[in-house]
């Protein structure tokens, strides 16, 4: 089976554009979550969606959203980007909300550097 | 407020040997789910190993265990037999109701031939 698939793995942006990372989850998961990691930080919380509902968010500006199409994959959106955002990007999925301690499965991330 | 630390920035141990990565956590939940995830340059993040807050037992997975102590709010992580391919970054995690999952600074670990 699968794992967690994202796309693109890697890119560059300028400060002020727009960028948009892609998920899909295991099959069979229907929470897909979303974290930023900064060069040697630990990953930082930023949305979790089950459902297709936003069902957690993290301490991020409104410029990041997210959502959650019918067959579970997941879009990051950030908007007006900073210097700041360069990050690795995970995406994670598990099998449903309900299912607290279920095993969160990372896929291999996206990188963007913003210049 | 959930927070989980790891006080060892950086870890050298020699292959074969034994080391143990220490994480303290902080929660006013009383059920929570506690993981150890690996990641290597790949950047991948794999579980180690999970433990239920609620299992006194502590988790084995092959050459890793945990020692888990509730009251001290206390998970560490063994490796024994140390691999050159247990050289990762290594972090330790905590939720409580899969909304999101708390990860720590990470360890180093580096294993030498």
């Known amino acids: 089976d699968a794992g967690v698939t994202q796309s693109p793995t890697h890119l560059i942006k300028t400060r002020g554009q727009h960028v948009t990372l892609r998920c899909s989850p295991i099959s069979g998961h229907k929470s897909v979550s979303w974290y930023q990691q900064v060069l040697g930080q630990g990953p930082q919380f930023i949305f979790q969606?089950?459902?297709?509902?936003?069902?957690g968010r993290g301490n991020f500006p409104d410029r990041f959203s997210a959502r959650q199409f019918p067959n579970y994959s997941s879009e990051l959106n950030v908007n007006a980007l900073l210097l700041g955002d360069s990050a690795l990007y995970l995406c994670a999925s598990s099998l449903g909300r309900e299912n607290v301690g279920n095993t969160i499965y990372f896929g291999e991330g996206s990188w963007l550097t913003v210049v | 407020a959930q927070t989980v630390t790891q006080s060892q920035p950086e870890m050298s141990v020699q292959e074969a040997e034994t080391v143990t990565l220490s994480c303290t956590y902080d929660?006013?939940?009383?059920?929570?789910?506690l993981f150890w995830y690996k990641q290597p340059p790949s950047r991948q993040m794999i579980l180690v190993i999970r433990q239920e807050a609620y299992k006194q037992q502590n988790a084995t997975e092959n050459r890793f265990s945990v020692n888990f102590q509730k009251a001290a709010k206390s998970f560490s992580l063994k490796i024994s037999d140390s691999q050159l391919g247990d050289t990762a970054m290594y972090f330790c995690?905590?939720?409580?109701?899969?909304?999101?999952?708390?990860f720590g600074a990470g360890t180093r670990l580096t294993v030498k031939p």
């Open positions: 995690a905590f939720t409580y109701n899969n909304n999101d999952m708390r």
């Open positions: 969606y089950y459902e297709k509902e936003e069902r």
């Open positions: 929660t006013s939940e009383s059920n929570y789910y």
